[in-house]
């Protein structure tokens, strides 16, 4: 046995409260001989002297003084909080997010309240458009062209602007369908004579068709 | 100033004295978080879980209840400046703890009494024999002022704080065999110098051993100072 496991033995004898069986299996594995008595003794006034010593002890406040409590009020939050924040991928987040919503805004205008449809009714003109004085509403009729890139070549070459509102025109031609196949009436517009042709400049009819409007 | 929060209102299972190790301190670590992030309240729970024990340990080591109040005090104003920072504590008890440690011991070598392991002399007490048990009590009680440093603060952390020895281990960044190594020989010490009292023999007119004692415990030992 080496000096630990004696100094637990006679803490064990000491401390534990053991019945007089218990104690008496234990005292032999420590040896006989004065200094073993004096040494259990020792070790009951040891135990008795900090248990007194404990209660005596003043008593620790469990609330802190105003002293420390101003000094509470008084620190700083944000600089750790916005680190740990931004620490802790906010910076990330709100990178990815600015990112997303602008992709977002370039693929789809519609979503964020922007119409694709602003910039080719004010601007582009199709090609082709034959006047229906039986609506008092203009119809404009799409160009149909056996090319399918006849429409946007005109439009390139009518509107030099439109490049500025390509996407404005895409959209326009997929609202509409294949330009070389123009729907009018929910039925495909049947060839006209201009097929095959340069495209004419359009020409609108006011209401009573009696002076046409320049688109100019 | 006190914020009401769901996670700090759920029950401690545990504490210094029951529980697990681990469940306390990463409950002290929580709390430590959240007190940076702004929340009082995790400051106040901190500080009634810790400042007990901090406060025994502080009276038991400095022997004057002035000196460790003051400490105390300074001891959680140096954790409140934390919140100031980003830095993240693993072991706040254990932080607390080396604060209020190494206050201590400025404090102590400024009074020049200070005694490593290796300038013991373990017939420097007791000075005189004793006739009965309170005698012997307080022969008892002397003696542990006059252990070594480092003897002495784990029977203090365990005895009068309360702290298990796992615990001690984590506060103080070791082993717990090796904080119940050396609480065993720092009991063994006691228990020798108080039977030596007991005996009547060596201590009482031992008043040279004594002196040089007195002289090295002048001395500001170094292999203390963690």
């Known amino acids: ?216 | 100033m006190a914020i009401a929060s769901t996670v700090l209102n759920a029950p401690i299972q545990v504490g210094p004295d029951t529980g697990e190790t681990g469940a306390v301190w990463s409950r002290d670590a929580l709390l430590l978080q959240r007190f940076q992030q702004g929340d009082d309240a995790a400051f106040l729970e901190l500080f009634q879980r810790h400042n007990p024990g901090l406060f025994r340990y502080c009276v038991k080591v400095l022997g004057n209840q002035s000196e460790a109040e003051d400490i105390t005090q300074d001891t959680w104003e140096k954790i409140i400046q934390l919140r100031k920072g980003t830095q993240v504590v693993s072991n706040p008890s254990g932080l607390i703890f080396r604060m209020a440690r190494n206050a201590c011991i400025s404090q102590l070598r400024r009074r020049g009494r200070w005694i490593t392991v290796e300038e013991f002399d373990e017939n420097a007490l007791p000075l005189h024999a004793a006739e009965s048990a309170s005698e012997l009590e307080e022969v008892a009680l002397a003696a542990l002022e006059e252990l070594p440093f480092e003897y002495r603060e784990v029977l203090v952390l365990h005895l009068y704080c309360g702290y298990r020895y796992d615990e001690i281990a984590v506060m103080m960044e070791r082993t717990p065999e090796a904080i119940w190594a050396r609480a065993s020989r720092a009991r063994g010490q006691l228990r020798k110098m108080v039977a030596a009292a007991l005996a009547g023999g060596r201590g009482i007119n031992n008043t040279q051993s004594s002196q040089s004692t007195a002289a090295k415990a002048s001395h500001v030992g170094e292999q203390t100072n963690e």
């Open chain 1, 1 to 216: 046995m080496n000096e630990q496991e004696r100094s637990r033995l006679i803490e064990r004898i000491v401390e534990n409260h053991l019945n007089e069986s218990e104690r008496a299996e234990l005292l032999p594995q420590l040896g006989e001989g004065t200094n073993v008595r004096q040494e259990l003794l020792a070790e009951q006034a040891i135990s008795r002297a900090i248990a007194r010593d404990r209660q005596q002890l003043p008593v620790a406040s469990t609330t802190p003084s105003p002293r420390l409590l101003d000094a509470l009020s008084n620190a700083p939050v944000l600089p750790s909080a916005a680190a740990s924040f931004w620490g802790s991928g906010g910076l990330l987040v709100g990178f990815s997010l600015v990112i997303v919503v602008g992709v977002g805004l370039m693929l789809f205008p519609g979503l964020f309240g922007i119409s694709g449809d602003a910039a080719p009714t004010s601007r582009e003109v199709p090609p082709a458009a034959v006047a229906d004085t039986s609506s008092s509403i203009p119809v404009v009729i799409p160009s149909t062209s056996s090319e399918p890139n006849e429409g946007k070549k005109w439009r390139r070459e009518a509107s030099p602007s439109a490049s500025a509102t390509t996407k404005g025109a895409a959209k326009t031609e997929k609202e509409l369908g294949n330009p070389s196949t123009p729907v009018l009436d929910g039925k495909p517009a049947p060839p006209t004579e201009h097929q095959g042709q340069q495209p004419q400049l359009p020409v609108f009819h006011d209401n009573s068709g009696a002076m046409p409007i320049s688109p100019k």
